[in-house]
């Protein structure tokens, strides 16, 4: 099917394009519900001003794998640790029991600084009691705005079903996640 003159002109028309400014714009200087692309530390942002209030979108690379689970909102830092202690980390939100925060334990036996691929880390999944030996950490959700760990009666941690290993010392991470509600 053959194009009219109307739409053969239509498709030479210069064709307006999004330029791409650097820096983070200040809501004053967008037009009300006119998006603006900008390239910030965060990579390529889109602003919008809607109702006086700046809002923005993040894009990801196309062939970025994006993270399902996201930075978390707290993170103890590695910190050492011993068998049979407890250790209390003061959140600075408040959570209920519909929004109890997600909680990853992580351990590595050599510094407060582990290299990936060159020190061995691993993930605390929950605490343990088998035949009376108790390793591990457990969490405990104490008050509104804090948790606890509380680590093993006889070892901090504990692989003795694949490569026999226990340690009574160590160092652990704490991360924790907000968890909205739905």
Do not use: C
Request: proline share 3%; glycine share 6%.
């Amino acid at each position: 099917m053959a194009f009219t003159r109307a739409e053969r002109l239509a498709l030479h028309k210069k064709q307006e394009r999004l330029q791409v400014k650097a820096d983070v714009p200040r809501s004053e200087d967008l037009t009300e519900g006119v998006p603006t692309l900008r390239t910030t530390e965060e990579g390529l942002v889109e602003y919008v001003r809607h109702n006086n209030q700046l809002y923005k979108k993040v894009y990801v690379q196309a062939d970025a794998q994006a993270s399902k689970v996201g930075v978390p909102d707290y993170s103890s830092g590695w910190f050492a640790a011993n068998k049979n202690e407890a250790h209390e980390f003061d959140l600075s939100w408040t959570y209920t029991n519909i929004t109890l925060p997600r909680v990853q334990i992580w351990f590595n036996d050599g510094s407060t600084n582990p290299a990936i691929g060159t020190d061995q880390i691993w993930q605390i999944s929950d605490g343990n009691d088998v035949s009376n030996v108790g390793f591990g950490a457990w969490i405990r959700y104490d008050g509104t705005s804090s948790i606890k760990v509380y680590t093993g009666e006889d070892y901090l941690f504990n692989m003795q079903s694949t490569i026999d290993q226990s340690f009574t010392t160590g160092y652990l991470l704490v991360q924790v996640w907000k968890v909205k509600e739905a």
